[in-house]
């Protein structure tokens, strides 16, 4: 392991300085992702900056009627609090799905969505990987793709983002606070993470130095679910997942947001397949039709393994179940 100096500021705007102040510094929350990497190489960090003390664990109501989520809130806290349940049950349900208990009690709100892919290739320092090391190339490409991405990848990258909160973060029009050495400021939740592009390495839009101080949820009526297809009952990243949240009026489809986890370099907002679904009845049919207009974008990759166009299929059946359960009793009438 690398050396590396430890530090822990008493005041946030000390953290930011001294995380800007050093490319390869970083934060240090639960720690369930950083601890992986420098056990194998992957992060090589020459500061550590612990920000335990630093970010709200608290989760308060908004006068929206919405909730503010501190950074520091765990992920077991989060899925177990009664109005997150009542009110954002997609954002319960994904959390509950994600890794083991024991990891849920140490991920933190502001650390979940940023943890970084679980391709095989980035996490093995001895393969050529443009996410870890930009320029080298990208070994999954002619290798085994079957967990890899069918929407918006490059070739220089076709790993997806391993996150369930951060998809069911993208239908609930959450945001997240950040501050930086220029400052407070909030971003869209739907506009945090980047598709690969040339710049695989840069999962999302923050800037070296911006430390997330909590993520705010606005008040809503929709309806919410979140589904999720893997290899195992349990402690497995989505091969598949669909996070959906809708309402209806007079028996259609009056507003909706859908998001899909494990096709992709970032949540990927299923805006094809919510236009599909406007105005309708919410019917077999119409979901089937919904799943194809988002569909006609994949590009499923072939690989030693099979490859992954086995995951066209089964979003479009997942997406199908999703909705079918989210409006159960108003597709009968």
């Excluded at 900056?49 to 765990?74: H, K, P």
């Amino acid at each position: 392991m690398k050396p590396f100096t430890f530090a822990s500021p008493r005041e946030t705007e000390d953290a930011v300085r001294a995380v800007a102040a050093e490319s390869s510094a970083v934060y240090l929350a639960g720690g369930t992702n950083l601890v992986d990497h420098l056990k194998l190489g992957v992060a090589r960090p020459s500061r550590v900056v612990d920000v335990n003390g630093l970010i709200s664990s608290e989760i308060r109501d908004a006068d929206d009627g919405g909730l503010m989520i501190g950074a520091g809130v765990r992920n077991s806290a989060l899925a177990a609090d009664r109005r997150v349940r009542e009110r954002y049950p997609v954002l319960a349900e994904a959390l509950l799905s994600g890794a083991s208990p024991q990891l849920r009690n140490m991920a933190t709100t502001g650390g979940n969505p940023l943890q970084r892919t679980r391709c095989v290739y980035f996490q093995d320092v001895t393969t050529p990987c443009n996410k870890r090391s930009p320029g080298t190339g990208c070994s999954a490409l002619g290798g085994y793709t079957r967990q890899h991405a069918i929407f918006g990848a490059s070739e220089h990258c076709v790993a997806t983002h391993p996150s369930d909160m951060a998809v069911a973060l993208t239908v609930l029009d959450a945001s997240v606070r950040v501050i930086g050495t220029a400052g407070a400021r909030d971003i869209p939740f739907g506009g945090l993470h980047r598709l690969p592009g040339q710049y695989p390495d840069r999962d999302t839009v923050l800037e070296h130095g911006d430390l997330i101080t909590g993520v705010v949820l606005p008040a809503t009526s929709r309806a919410s679910a979140y589904r999720k297809v893997r290899d195992r009952a349990s402690y497995g990243f989505a091969l598949v997942s669909v996070a959906a949240a809708l309402s209806l009026s007079d028996g259609v489809i009056d507003d909706v947001r859908i998001a899909f986890g494990g096709v992709a370099h970032k949540p990927w907002r299923a805006h094809r397949a919510e236009r599909a679904l406007l105005g309708k009845r919410p019917v077999a049919d119409v979901f089937r039709a919904a799943a194809d207009a988002e569909l006609e974008q994949a590009r499923p990759l072939e690989g030693l393994d099979g490859g992954n166009g086995f995951k066209v299929p089964l979003l479009r059946r997942t997406l199908a179940a999703a909705l079918r359960d989210l409006t159960a009793g108003e597709t009968d009438r």
